[in-house]
């Protein structure tokens, strides 16, 4: 009797948290901590060694350095 072997089915890649390491020189979407619409961006910056964080609705900026400490903020009132 003939037998017929099968490929096993490939293991899908699973969806992994990125964290800084993985996102150098890149640009991330995030919700604004300042006024929560979804057109904020975060930008690594590997070169400079620092993570901006601004949003172009409401002109919030927050720039840390690599160990969190914060080097530059701007975060403007709500007006309602």
Known sequence: MLQIQR??????????????????????????????????ERHYLPTYRIIRTQCGSCDYLLVTGETGNVIEAYAPGQNW
């Open 7 to 40: 490929d096993k089915p490939k293991d899908k890649p699973q969806d992994k948290p990125q964290d800084k390491h993985t996102l150098q020189g890149q640009v991330q979407r995030v919700c604004c901590p300042n006024c929560g619409c979804a057109t904020a």
